[in-house]
């Protein structure tokens, strides 16, 4: 039998077939998951709402009803967290702000119905920059998340409660949001798994918006088989999304352990390594030649067009998200923190001209990536150029270069969200301080499974993913 103390830290695959199988009861999954809550969140601040009570109703309903033969598949029983933008019907809804402090949404969000649909069990509302609008989780309303491999560490953002609360044991998996890399960039610094999956994969009804254009759903555990798990649940159409790309499921497990002998995976020496720790650069060398092992066929390569994503994506997201804080730019303005009003300050000045002028490099840069795929089936980079900077530091040194942390953190992640290719972060190393290092590949659109396919042979050819902060 499992011990008690263990289960905090069981895969969802490994827990999904001790469920199945009646050698695990979800009331104790859950129990042991509220104890590692209570024991870590002091110190980690993870979560803004812990629905214990819920949890455990929701565990025993569970337990009742795989009793009766009623197993609904890989996720029932197992608890997960929402990061709070996602709407939770009768559970209030921040969105880490003041703003929206007191909000309680009267419907659930898409995600969250087909996670209940599944069977898993809500643990509660996790923390996140405010309004999602920045890379470190420093909320000004509910305090930083801490990184649990160094509390002294950002988690990153905007998705940081997520990140910290997978790594730490708290839930088996979570939900971010990527709109220029939120869930890749906690995903590296917290030294786990985070899939931002092709733009219109999965259903973004009831997820509180931060730039329409943009915004991508997306699932952080700890394996790479577990965030394929998740996408199995919450990937599909849904006709209320405008969004939502019309395509047949699909079981995003199903290339996982497939040998990648003759894949063509492409390092792009543009953009990414302009502004790098060279303890990153040389992690994600180590894990080119990793790739190489495996049988991948790994080469430099030059894709000018990569030197476009800031201005590109700067201007569009800053512009789209402004257009939704309008009125409370004009109202509220004192209840924005600081860096966060000052973006969207900025987002509301930028004339149309700059828009426009920026969706049509966004369509110029988009065929100039769908060029370099028709090359290679993965691009390989940094997930994020650094290790987890210190809460409370406004900049950071990179090889000796003052920069500022609010923008070296999203830096790396930004080009594919321009582009909406599925992108996967995975760790694939540590630096001297012990803090973690991940690495992104992309894939094609709508090739999220091969994504996933590359990084679990990765993953399986490595021990990274089988550490765990000392919290």
């Not at 601040?45 to 214990?52: P, V």
């Not at 733009?199 to 394929?228: E, H, W």
Request: one cysteine or more; hydrophobic letters at 40%.
């Amino acid at each position: 039998m499992v011990q008690f103390t263990d289960l905090h830290y069981l895969t969802i695959s490994d827990a999904a077939s001790l469920i199945e199988s009646k050698q695990l009861s979800p009331v104790e999954l859950v129990a042991a998951h509220l104890e590692r809550i209570e024991q870590t969140d002091g110190r980690l601040n993870s979560f803004i709402t812990l629905l214990a009570d819920e949890a455990m109703a929701a565990a025993a309903e569970a337990e009742g009803a795989i009793r009766r033969g009623e197993y609904r598949g890989a996720l029932h029983g197992i608890p997960i967290g929402l990061k709070d933008l996602y709407y939770t019907k009768g559970v209030r809804t921040t969105v880490g702000s003041k703003i929206m402090r007191e909000f309680v949404p009267d419907y659930d969000a898409a995600v969250t119905e087909r996670f209940r649909d599944a069977g898993a069990v809500l643990m509660g509302k996790l923390q996140m920059h405010e309004f999602a609008l920045g890379a470190t989780s420093e909320n000004p309303h509910d305090g930083p998340a801490h990184n649990p491999w160094d509390i002294t560490r950002i988690t990153g953002g905007s998705s940081g409660g997520s990140g910290s609360a997978v790594a730490a044991g708290q839930c088996m998996a979570a939900l971010g949001s990527d709109t220029g890399g939120s869930v890749r960039i906690p995903a590296s610094a917290c030294g786990i798994v985070g899939l931002k999956p092709t733009f219109g994969r999965v259903s973004r009804i009831g997820v509180f918006p931060l730039a329409n254009s943009l915004d991508t759903v997306g699932p952080m555990t700890r394996t790479v088989r577990d965030t394929a798990i998740v996408m199995n649940a919450i990937a599909g159409y849904d006709s209320r999304d405008a969004s939502s790309a019309n395509r047949p499921d699909e079981d995003f497990t199903r290339l996982l352990g497939q040998d990648i002998s003759g894949m063509r995976v492409g390092l792009p020496q543009d953009y990414f390594y302009d502004v790098i720790d060279d303890e990153v650069r040389g992690a994600v060398q180590q894990a080119a030649r990793i790739l190489e092992g495996l049988g991948a066929h790994v080469e430099e390569c030059s894709i000018p067009a990569l030197n476009d994503s800031i201005s590109i994506s700067g201007t569009i997201l800053l512009t789209e998200a402004a257009e939704i804080h309008l009125d409370n730019l004009r109202e509220r303005a004192d209840d924005f923190g600081v860096d966060v009003r000052g973006r969207l300050e900025e987002g509301a000045m930028t004339p149309a001209v700059s828009y426009i002028a920026a969706q049509r490099a966004r369509a110029e840069f988009n065929r100039k990536i769908a060029e370099a795929m028709k090359t290679y089936d993965i691009l390989l980079a940094p997930t994020t150029a650094i290790g987890a900077p210190r809460i409370g530091d406004s900049v950071v040194d990179v090889g000796g270069v003052s920069e500022a942390k609010l923008a070296i953190m999203p830096r790396l992640t930004r080009p594919h969200n321009i582009c909406g290719i599925p992108t996967v972060s995975v760790p694939c190393g540590f630096t001297s301080e012990g803090l973690p290092i991940g690495m992104q590949l992309a894939a094609r659109a709508f090739e999220d499974a091969v994504a996933l396919q590359v990084a679990y042979a990765y993953e399986q050819a490595t021990e990274w993913h089988t550490r765990r902060p000392a919290i």
